[in-house]
């Protein structure tokens, strides 16, 4: 959404309002960023409205989502781009898209000529229309031409219509190719004119939230704003804006970091390789963590400020996910049980005893002063704000096309170097202005090149255009067949303190029927070539590590993938978390994508044979 | 009145909120991990694939149909574990909830066998709480005269099963008494209706023919579990689609 709609945002979705989600990934119905909305949203799609939507979803593993969608199409994993644009191919093909949009409102469809007519660089549809035809994507992502264009048709011609990403995890995301799927899946909802539009595409919207005080900024300030990021964030990594598993590489590789806080983060465990993070620690001289449990971080902190728990402390929630703005406002249902302060108020309190002029920046003298400071100007008064303990204004404001709403709020409004002329970028000139200069070389380095992958010349390139990547796995796939996907379930969830809670032990494997522990799963024909019965014991190998669990035979699920939850293979966090089943972490590829920093959860390849 | 859930499946997405709600309404107690592999965990409400093991009518990759299902006591108007129980600890009252009397109950377990639905559970050993667990029981409890229920501590040797929350109906009962007028049907849902995040459950009195469930109970929808049977289950499923 960033690099084509200029919105720094999870994309919201008026899933209510929608005939048609083609939902690409399966966490639909799962533990996503937001799940209650996307479960609500999905619901009243089903039954809450006289005319029953249809949800498509595509993913190479079925899950709760795929069980609970019309139709469940089992891409090879990765290529969701190529499917993306296959799509679009064929709805540019047979005439079905938004001309007012994108001959309006759009930058870079159209090829961009120099002045005596030659092409200096394609636009978006003529890149789609000669790359990405149904045979060509059929061939990459495994799914028949036929489908393609029915689903072409079925989605462009059931509007309102959404094509939507759930951000958070499966085999998506993780490597820059999910970055450019990720844009192709965008372009999808601008082709049809879902951008800001009743069922498509919403951008959240937030209250009107008081200025924090303007302060001159001291020498120590100045110094840290112009250092270079400990995470390599916009320099190493020249598209991140963060990079949080690239700490632990940085910190090896020699960069200094004197102290560390580590809040709401437990690297060591759920980062791929987290256990690097360990050799990391050892060279920074003075660790502090927050976290409430014990975790397998805060286990080499040199100081633990346990925050106190969601049920006893301040804190504000700004709506995601719904477009509408509205702020929740936490506020403790008991006092601290134990003595514990929330980070807010550690820091006000730490401000004050630096002293001027950071005691003057900070004149709040506990977090809940902060917050009503904050929130003074959202509508209502703090009683009111505190006894409804939300505010919002509900009820979502779409913009005209072309408005002063639509530049400032909708389309271009976090830009940093792409102008915000309120212009969807089918071409991303944010990407062009990063990448644009880099040359070939340069790029290369970055694990990116000039022409389109089949090595076609392509005038001006492919970089700044969304396009297929394919995913570069770590593994040989003759020696390691299968793709290795670690899933969030809905019922651990992807917080390390839910796994030592008992009663969500109980309840963690209710699709496959298992209890307190891990298990592989693995498809039925895959399984039975590997001379494998359900719940044979069985290691499942990548080139990083290896782990012994349970195989469970599941039928939803593609031959050349496997999945393992996650959440388990906790070393502390608990009693009930603590020693049961495997970290699927440990098990992945702990590189950093080159170019945006992105941790890589998606690229490693795995072997599974009898225990 | 007589008391009845309809569950709508295509609203349904088998997240299990509704099991973890009534878990920390009821008091249900978490067993033992090698107890839980022997089928032994205590679900009033259960979230099961249907059916549980894959079939040939499920399919073959990739055209795999699963379906899940969320199921509580059916409160059968034809209890087959009331017909069998030796003692009376289990009983159909006069609203139609089926009743479990832990102050009555032997342990013998002829419920358990009978009920076709597998409703029922049994409590092998005493259920524990380990230090703070038990700080988050719900003080709520029905007792009396010989009897105990709904969210009550269990102990050791006796079976048992969803009520429909009776102990939520008690306080509603008593609140409108309190408040001197009549008692609505409306006023009061079991946890698991309640917490719904897909507001896939619905409650009320069947015997209100202008009730959501008697209305949604009409719907070319609307099914029963194993209605073959002859239980008469009061829980009504509305098929997905």
């Given amino acids: 959404m960033y690099l084509t709609q200029g919105i720094y945002d999870l994309p919201a979705y008026d899933l209510e309002n929608s005939n048609y989600v083609l939902s690409f990934g399966a966490s639909l119905l799962e533990a996503g960023p937001f799940p209650q909305r996307m479960v609500s949203g999905y619901s009243y799609v089903r039954r809450g409205r006289a005319d029953r939507g249809k949800v498509v979803v595509i993913d190479p593993r079925q899950g709760v989502s795929g069980a609970k969608a019309d139709e469940w199409i089992p891409i090879n994993p990765g290529t969701d781009a190529a499917l993306a644009l296959g799509l679009a191919n064929v709805i540019i093909r047979a005439g079905l898209v938004d001309s007012n949009f994108v001959n309006n409102y759009s930058f870079g469809y159209e090829d961009f000529p120099d002045g005596s007519g030659t092409v200096l660089h394609k636009g978006f549809k003529n890149f789609v229309l000669e790359n990405y035809d149904p045979a060509r994507v059929e061939e990459i992502t495994g799914v028949p031409a036929t489908t393609i264009s029915r689903l072409a048709g079925e989605f462009a011609g059931n509007k309102p219509a959404v094509a939507i990403l759930p951000g958070k995890g499966g085999l998506l995301n993780g490597t820059l190719g999910g970055v450019y799927a990720a844009m192709a899946v965008h372009c999808l909802n601008a082709l049809v004119g879902s951008i800001d539009a009743r069922g498509g595409v919403l951008t959240q919207r937030y209250p009107i939230l008081q200025k924090w005080p303007d302060l001159p900024v001291d020498t120590v300030a100045q110094q840290g704003c112009g250092a270079e990021r400990i995470d390599g964030a916009g320099t190493q990594f020249p598209l991140a804006r963060d990079a949080y598993q690239a700490v632990a590489d940085r910190v090896l590789a020699g960069h200094p970091l004197e102290v560390l806080f580590l809040y709401d983060a437990n690297p060591v465990y759920e980062v791929p390789g987290g256990a690097r993070f360990v050799g990391a620690f050892d060279k920074i001289p003075f660790i502090v963590s927050f976290a409430s449990f014990m975790d397998e971080s805060a286990q080499y902190a040199d100081l633990v400020l346990p925050e106190p728990t969601f049920l006893e402390r301040y804190e504000d929630h700004f709506f995601e996910g719904l477009g509408y703005p509205g702020v929740g406002l936490r506020q403790p249902v008991i006092s601290p049980r134990h003595d514990t302060l929330s980070v807010g108020d550690f820091f006000l309190r730490v401000a004050a005893a630096v002293g001027d002029p950071v005691a003057r920046a900070f004149p709040w003298k506990t977090y809940e002063e902060a917050l009503r400071f904050r929130l003074a100007d959202v509508g209502a008064d703090w009683q009111m704000v505190s006894e409804l303990g939300v505010w919002m204004t509900p009820g979502y404001r779409f913009a005209r096309r072309g408005s002063d709403k639509w530049v400032k709020e909708v389309v271009g409004r976090d830009r940093r170097n792409a102008p915000r002329d309120g212009y969807f970028d089918f071409y991303s000139r944010e990407l062009n202005c990063i990448l644009g200069t880099l040359d070939e070389s340069q790029l290369s380095a970055l694990g990116l090149s000039r022409g389109d992958t089949s090595g076609r010349p392509l005038p001006g390139g492919a970089v700044s255009l969304p396009h297929y990547e394919p995913t570069p796995y770590v593994g040989e796939a003759a020696d390691y067949p299968f793709t290795l996907n670690v899933i969030t379930l809905m019922s651990l969830g992807p917080v390390s303190a839910a796994a030592n809670l008992p009663t969500l032990q109980e309840n963690s494997g209710m699709t496959v029927g298992e209890t307190w522990g891990s298990w592989l799963e693995i498809n039925p024909e895959a399984a039975r070539e590997l001379g494998l019965n359900d719940k044979d014991e069985v290691w499942v190998e990548s080139p990083f590590g290896k782990a012994r669990t349970k195989a469970r035979i599941v039928k939803g699920l593609r031959p050349d993938v496997v999945n393992l939850p996650y959440n388990q293979g906790h070393t502390a966090v608990g009693r009930w978390a603590k020693d049961r089943g495997v970290n699927g972490m440990a098990l992945l590829n702990p590189a950093s994508e080159p170019a945006a920093g992105l941790a890589a959860f998606t690229n490693t390849r795995v072997k599974v044979y009898r225990a | ?241």
């Avoid at chain 2, 049907?185 to 946890?191: H, I």
Wanted: hydrophobic fraction near 35%.
């Fill in chain 2, 1 to 241: 009145m007589r008391w009845s859930m309809v569950i709508d499946l295509d609203k349904c997405v088998a997240c299990q909120g509704c099991s973890i709600a009534c878990r920390f309404e009821n008091n249900t107690p978490v067993v033992n991990p090698a107890e839980a592999v022997k089928g032994r965990a205590v679900r009033w409400n259960d979230v099961f694939p249907m059916p549980i093991n894959p079939t040939e009518e499920t399919g073959e990759f990739p055209n795999v149909k699963t379906r899940y299902i969320t199921r509580p006591c059916m409160h059968c108007d034809n209890p087959p574990c009331v017909k069998v129980c030796p003692v009376q600890a289990t009983y159909k009252d006069d609203e139609g909830l089926v009743r479990q009397n832990y102050a009555r109950c032997i342990g013998c377990r002829f419920c358990t066998v009978a009920c076709p639905y597998g409703v029922r559970y049994f409590n092998w050993y005493a259920p524990e709480w380990e230090e703070p667990m038990s700080e988050h029981l719900n003080p709520d409890r029905i007792e009396g005269d010989g009897d105990l229920e709904g969210p009550a501590i269990r102990p050791k040797g006796v079976v048992e099963k969803c009520t429909f929350c009776i102990h939520r109906l008690r306080k509603a009962r008593a609140r409108a008494e309190a408040e001197g007028r009549p008692f609505r049907a409306d006023e009061y849902v079991p946890a698991c209706v309640q917490t719904c995040t897909g507001k896939a459950r619905f409650f009320g009195d069947l015997d209100d023919p202008n009730s959501t469930v008697s209305l949604l109970a009409k719907s070319p929808r609307a099914f029963r579990l194993l209605e073959e049977v002859g239980t008469h289950p009061k829980v009504i499923y509305l098929r997905e689609g």
